[in-house]
Every structure is written in structure tokens, then in C-alpha cells.
T-cell receptor
């Protein structure tokens, strides 16, 4: 069974440019998460989807970040415009809501460098 | 707001040693607790997940314990090997209205030298 797929794996852009990350969750998983991991820190939740609905986006900087999950499967996270402080690893995870422990499975991440 | 702290921040040991990584959390009303491993430039690999009704889980040389009343979890690694070198993260799963929300510690960087 394929795991969580993310692309691209690496992205280098100049500040003020837009950037987008894509995530394909594990087949059948109805819950999808986007996390940001700064260097030397643990991941922090940006947004959580249950099917197509964003049920927790309280940590998403809405002035420049946006996300969508069309048809409740793939998801895209966008930053526009990017700032130097956005350099981080962006991780996507998925889980099957309703299981006994709701375990999250993580993708390899996208490492973003903003110059 | 849940806060998760890991001690030590970094650990360097010779091969063969048994070691303990510590994780503490401020809100004991967690649902589950999970330990992850992260290699440089990679994503997170799940090691052990302890459900709220359990006190420990074991996998090979790894044993994780959970004491919700004291807000602590430990990851025990027996007979450490150079291949165990990585960053180890613990994360608590929230219950209630924030069901499923993961809060991570900052990680322990482990180096096992031959």
C-alpha cells in the first residue's frame, strides 16, 4: 500500500514569489493534515481537513497561506507571497477517522527555502 | 494549550548502551501518545503508539511507557546501535473537542558512535 505522497520534495524560491505544495493521502483516509516544521523544532499543525471540510485552521496564517482539498482526496497548500521566515519543511499526514486510535501517517515532506 | 517537552535535547552515547529518552506533557487529558523517528532530510517514521488505556508498548529493542497521571512518557532503547542515530519526537493526541490533534515535542537528537 502506498504511503502519503508529497511533491515537490525540495523547492527554492525568492521572497515574494508564490509556491504550492501537493499531497496525496493514503487511499481511504478521510482526514488530512498539513504541518510546518522549523529547523530544530517539532512539527506544528497548520490545518486539518475532514473530507473536504477544514475543521481546524486556527494556526494557518491566512494573510498569505491558503489550502484546499478538492473532492476530499488530494490537497494543495499555497503560500503567496513567500517570506524568508517561511523556510521550513512542510509535512502532510493522513488518518482514518473513526479508528480506535486515529493514528496519523506522514509523508516525506517538502523542504522550502526562501532566499 | 498542550505543551510537550523532551529531555535531553541531544544525547551522544557509545554503541551498546541502553538509553532513555524523556517526554513530558502539561495536559494529562491526552488520547494517545506516539513516538516517531526522523532521519535528516526525511519525514517522520512511527515507532510506537500507546493508546490511552495502555501503559506501554514494545517493538524489538524499543519500549515506550506512558503515565498519564504524571504527564510523562519514556522511550527506552536497548543495546543502541549507530543506525539508531536520528531525531526522536514524541507527540500527544488530544481528545475531546480537539480530537486527533497532535502536539509535538522539539525532539531529542541521538548520536550513537561506534
Amino acid at each position: 500500500e502506498a504511503g502519503v505522497v508529497q511533491s515537490p520534495r525540495y523547492k527554492i524560491i525568492e521572497k515574494k514569489q508564490p509556491v504550492a505544495f501537493w499531497c496525496n493521502p493514503i487511499s481511504g483516509h478521510n482526514t488530512l493534515y498539513w504541518y510546518r516544521q522549523n529547523l530544530g523544532q517539532g512539527p506544528e499543525l497548520l490545518i486539518r481537513y475532514e473530507n473536504e471540510e477544514a475543521v481546524d485552521d486556527s494556526q494557518l496564517p491566512k494573510d498569505r497561506f491558503s489550502a484546499e482539498r478538492l473532492k476530499g482526496v488530494d490537497s494543495t497548500l499555497k503560500i503567496q507571497p513567500a517570506e524568508l521566515g517561511d523556510s521550513a519543511v512542510y509535512l502532510c499526514a493522513s488518518s482514518l477517522q473513526g479508528t480506535s486510535y486515529n493514528e496519523q501517517f506522514f509523508g516525506p515532506g517538502t523542504r522550502l527555502t526562501v532566499l | 494549550k498542550q505543551e510537550v517537552t523532551q529531555i535531553p535535547a541531544a544525547l551522544s552515547v557509545p554503541e551498546g548502551e541502553n538509553l532513555v529518552l524523556n517526554c513530558s506533557f502539561t495536559d494529562s487529558a491526552i488520547y494517545n501518545l506516539q513516538w516517531f523517528r526522523q532521519d535528516p532530510g526525511k519525514g517522520l517514521t512511527s515507532l510506537l503508539l500507546i493508546q490511552s488505556s495502555q501503559r506501554e508498548q514494545t517493538s524489538g529493542r524499543l519500549n515506550a511507557s506512558l503515565d498519564k497521571s504524571s504527564g510523562r512518557s519514556t522511550l527506552y532503547i536497548a543495546a543502541s546501535q549507530p543506525g539508531d542515530s536520528a531525531t526522536y519526537l514524541c507527540a500527544s493526541y488530544a481528545g475531546g473537542t480537539s480530537y486527533g490533534k497532535l502536539t509535538f515535542g522539539q525532539g531529542t537528537i541521538l548520536t550513537v558512535h561506534p
